[in-house]
């Protein structure tokens, strides 16, 4: 036996004759959508908020049905009909959307912003996740915490007796749900991007995202504003979600005339939603106020 080293030009050739294991530097190993990654980045986002699911599923259903009972009462005696149904049953979806939004926004604002505060922002820039994966991610877990605090909401109120849930619109339901939650989730990510402390997001849900959706229409029709008043909540966005989500419950609303007018609202959520969607992508993008 020899304890001497091998020659060099032998243990190069020996290295060159068994193949790495590793892939070749700086070449791209993931092509297309990172399914694995964004499906990873969903499940934790919708694991974390559901492990405290009394506060942020069924919590926001029992405020909910606060309001039901104290507007109700407040308001809904004498047999009060709007719209054709009860003050109760038209009360009711306005409710159910307006959780929703809210818990949306609540969702993605808070996840983004944590990991910046907290320093674990890194964990969702590290991956190899593309922008709009991550984008995909974060919305995707804030719109099922919205239907699933929807669901709840819906139960709440289905035990309360002065309401019902009648379905007139399934499509409407679906579509002014979606696009509300898909909405809410667009700016709370955004909101998130931009705040550099909670006292900040806190600040954007007290003075635009509570205004907007408790003065849009979710407790009255838009008849019994006075100008200027009137045009202006003709602008707000949340009032033709909760408008829209309440034609497909009752059949009817105050965005216009028709069906028409609600095809045309949807269209127009729609093209909201793009274009809020394309303002997130930008902002993942350019890295303002996360790599800094």
């Known amino acids: 036996m020899s304890d001497q080293a091998p020659p060099a030009d032998a243990s190069l050739s020996a290295t060159d004759a068994v193949p790495s294991a590793l892939p070749e530097w700086g070449v791209a190993q993931i092509h297309g959508i990172n399914r694995i990654g964004l499906w990873s980045l969903y499940r934790k986002e919708v694991r974390r908020f559901f492990k405290v699911q009394t506060q942020t599923v069924w919590a926001p259903a029992f405020t909910t049905l606060l309001f039901l009972v104290i507007f109700s009462v407040a308001l809904g005696r ?51 996740l593309s922008h709009g994966e991550l984008l995909a991610g974060i919305v995707g877990a804030a719109v099922t915490r919205a239907v699933l605090v929807g669901c709840a909401v819906a139960f709440a109120i289905f035990l309360y007796p002065g309401a019902k849930l009648m379905v007139s619109h ?42 907007l959706s408790l003065l849009s229409g979710t407790f009255y029709t838009l008849d019994r504003l006075h100008e200027p008043f009137y045009t202006i909540s003709h602008f707000n966005p949340f009032f033709y979600v909760i408008s829209g989500f309440r034609y497909g419950f009752i059949g009817q609303s105050d965005i216009g005339n028709g069906s028409s007018d609600v095809l045309l609202a949807a269209a127009g959520l729609l093209a909201l939603n793009a274009v809020l969607a394309l303002a997130s992508f930008a902002l993942l993008k350019s890295g303002w106020k996360i790599r800094s």
Not at 78 to 95: C, D, H, N, Q
Not at 174 to 196: D, H, K, Q
């Open 170 to 211: 399934v499509w409407a339901i679906a579509w002014f749900g979606l696009m509300g939650a898909m909405m809410l989730g667009f700016f709370g990510l955004m909101a998130s991007i931009w705040a550099e402390k909670f006292d900040h997001n806190a600040a954007v849900t007290n003075f635009i995202v509570a205004p």
């Open 78 to 128: 004498g047999g009060r009909e709007i719209l054709g149904v009860t003050f109760e049953s038209f009360l009711a979806p306005g409710l159910i959307v307006m959780a929703m939004m809210q818990n949306s926004f609540a969702n993605s604002s808070f996840s983004f912003l944590s990991g910046k505060i907290q320093g674990t922002i890194i964990d969702l820039l590290m991956p190899p």
